[in-house]
């Protein structure tokens, strides 16, 4: 449900379109909880699209960090579906700056960890600021590469944005494309519709 | 990339309002104050409000704030024209770009200084 897509190190011709289009399958897995069961281990076609482009911005003291939620909740900045067959499918790039980009769901666990015991993120570390977090150049403005995927009532996204020091104020600037798919539910895939899904997992799979 | 012309008929004048999802970037400062009736003192300053936020060290909260940064300042003489561009390289305004004159350290208004702002978005 979080992706970083690196750079590619091969083109393809003809090109392969970035984000996902009309017809085509996502399939989510079986370890999406059962209060998300409108699409918990269910397979879907994508009928239509829509994309949105959106920007948040936050000027910050040095040294400072600030939380942007990015689902509706109150204070969130209301990037998530309302409608149980909506998907959306949300590129995240940023603008240029001395800022770091740690992320979080729901608020407090971490996206991104090792597995020794005390490597985590932590803004309030000199050295472990650095663990998980993305840089601007990670993922450009003008071509994001951090892909999250969110349907109608997932827990929320959380940024983390800290202004790293050396500087008085940062404006972080965070561009948004929210690719809208509406899907239509195929009960019974074949196995070939299975096999083109894109699998889109729930977060707790990208944590061990 | 845009550019504008402003004369300093008011001691402090806004040069760019702030663009939410930008910052600005001056390509080139030009001062003519070669009719202006004394040297004048010219301040750029950025002009913007912080975003509430946590000092990472403390946990302390912090709440947003009206800020004003100043970000250039020069001194040109009376009869001189000035003009400032490799110099401007490393400059950006994060809100608000304004220029305020003064004349031996107050707020003095000369329409006869004229600054020449140009500028891309960032």
Same mark, same amino acid.
């Given at each position: ?5 690196p750079?590619?190190? %091969? ?7 970035k984000i ?6 996502v ?5 999406w909880?059962?209060?998300l069961?409108?699409? #918990? ?9 829509n ?7 936050? =000027? ?6 600030? +939380?942007?939620?990015?689902s509706?909740?109150?204070?969130g900045e ?16 940023f ?11 729901? %608020?407090?666990?971490?996206?991104? $960890? ?5 490597m985590?993120?932590?803004v309030?570390?000199?050295?472990l600021?650095y663990?998980g977090?993305?840089?601007?150049? +990670?993922s450009?403005?003008?071509?994001k590469?951090i892909?999250?995927?969110?349907? #109608? ?5 959380i ?5 790293n020091?050396g500087i ?11 690719? #809208?798919?509406?899907l239509?539910? =195929?009960?019974t895939p074949t ?18 | 990339?845009a ?8 001691a402090? #004048? ?14 080139? =400062?030009?001062? +003519? ?14 002009v913007?409000t912080?975003?509430?936020s946590i000092?990472a ?12 940064e100043?970000?250039? $300042? @020069? ?10 561009r490799?110099?401007l390289?490393?400059? @950006?305004?994060?809100?608000l770009?304004q ?11 000369? %329409?006869?200084?004229h =600054?020449t702002f ?5």
């Open positions: 449900m979080l992706e970083l897509r750079a590619p190190l %091969a083109t393809v011709s003809p090109g392969v379109p996902l289009q009309e017809g085509y399958f399939r989510f897995t079986d370890a909880p059962d209060t069961s409108d699409v #918990k281990g269910r397979l879907f076609q994508i009928e239509k699209t994309q949105v482009p959106y920007a948040i911005t936050r =000027i910050i003291p040095s040294g400072n960090y600030t +939380d942007i939620d990015m509706n909740a109150t204070g209301n990037i998530y579906p309302e409608n149980t067959k909506t998907l959306y499918e949300t590129l995240i790039g603008k240029p700056g001395n800022y770091l980009i740690h992320f979080y769901i729901p %608020a407090g666990e971490y996206m991104h $960890r090792l597995e020794q015991t005390g985590v993120p932590n309030a570390s000199a050295t600021r663990l977090a993305r840089k601007p150049s +990670d450009p403005y003008d071509d590469r892909f999250s995927y969110s349907v #109608k009532d997932l827990e929320p996204l940024l983390r944005v800290l202004v020091s008085d104020y940062e404006k972080c600037v965070l561009g948004l494309l929210v690719n #809208k798919c509406y239509k539910h =195929i009960a196995a070939e519709q299975s096999r083109l899904a894109k699998v889109i997992r729930y977060y707790s799979e990208l944590r061990w | 990339m550019s504008i012309v402003v004369d300093m008929d008011a402090t #004048k806004t040069l760019v309002a702030e663009k939410r999802n930008a910052k600005i970037k001056p390509s080139l =400062i030009m001062i +003519d104050n070669v009719l202006a009736a004394a040297d004048s003192e010219l301040t750029f300053n950025d913007f912080t975003s509430d000092v060290a403390t946990g302390a909260a912090v709440a947003g704030a009206a800020q004003t100043r970000r250039l $300042r @020069i001194n040109v003489s009376t009869l001189a024209c000035v003009s400032l490799d110099e390289k490393d400059l @950006i305004f994060l809100g770009a220029v305020v004159r003064t004349v031996a350290g107050v707020a003095t208004l000369d %329409a006869n200084c =600054i140009c500028y891309d978005f960032e």
